[in-house]
């Protein structure tokens, strides 16, 4: 079955610092890989993906993501935090040929002034 | 497009009560996933459909959850009866084949 697991309930950084935040996942075919951002209160929204093309994705808010097979990983970066990024942010993996997300436990991210 | 709406943003109820949550996706997805998140087992996907078919049911936790989608433009999840253990946010998302799933913004659900 495919899995994603998230390294880090909780990551702390300071405004301008560089995010970082790890995925890896477990899958026995090319998999689907997604971030998602979660605000409070809020559902969840796309933050990039993966789909079997370039292996550095770029998403929304200066967020991007590279695909590296070789560490069976799917880390999400930002060059410098803002304090609006403090959410959850979530990895998923997609079960090919099912149509279904399967989420990591979700990282909580907190950007102090 | 609105997006996905559900309904109610938040339902508190007594144990032992049915309780209906709604969802409308967004025109022209095919499909629709019911998922139900909580601190102590994040997020979880319940059921989805495709085609307004139900595909794969097995996160329903128990008889006495149920999903239904008698048109593309509806669907509902209903607990009968409540206990306080069914407490959680429970999401609606829709998405094409192969694309990103959109979300709702949940119903807050509360079983006292």
């Known amino acids: 079955a495919q899995s994603v697991t998230q390294l880090g309930s909780h990551v702390s950084v300071s405004e301008g610092a560089l995010v970082l935040l790890r995925c890896n996942y477990s899958?026995?075919?090319?998999?689907?890989l997604f971030w998602y951002v979660q605000y409070p209160n809020q559902g969840l929204q796309l933050l990039l993906k993966?789909?079997?093309?370039?292996?550095l994705v770029k998403g929304i808010n200066g967020f991007e993501a590279e695909f590296k097979k070789s560490e069976t990983s799917f880390h999400l970066t930002k060059p410098s935090a803002h304090m609006s990024d403090a959410a959850e942010y979530f990895c998923?993996?997609?079960?090919?040929?099912?149509?279904?997300?399967?989420f990591g436990t979700g990282t909580r991210l907190l950007v102090s002034p | 497009d609105a997006g996905v709406i559900q309904s109610p943003r938040h339902e508190v109820t007594e144990m032992g009560q049915e309780v209906t949550l709604r969802c409308k996706p967004i025109?022209?997805?095919?499909?629709l996933f019911w998922y139900r998140q909580t601190m102590m087992r994040g997020l979880e996907l319940l059921i989805y459909?495709?085609?307004?078919?139900?595909?794969?049911d097995s996160g329903m936790p128990e008889d006495r959850f149920s999903a239904k989608m008698p048109n593309a433009s509806f669907s509902t999840l209903k607990i009968q009866p409540s206990e306080p253990r069914d407490s959680a946010v429970y999401f609606c998302?829709?998405?094409?084949?192969?694309?990103?799933?959109?979300f709702g913004q949940g119903t807050r659900l509360t079983v006292v």
């Open positions: 998302a829709s998405s094409l084949t192969a694309a990103e799933a959109f």
């Open positions: 899958s026995s075919v090319p998999p689907y």
């Open positions: 993966y789909t079997s093309a370039a292996t």
């Open positions: 998923a993996i997609m079960n090919t040929g099912f149509q279904k997300l399967v």
């Open positions: 025109s022209g997805h095919d499909y």
């Open positions: 459909f495709n085609n307004n078919v139900p595909i794969d």
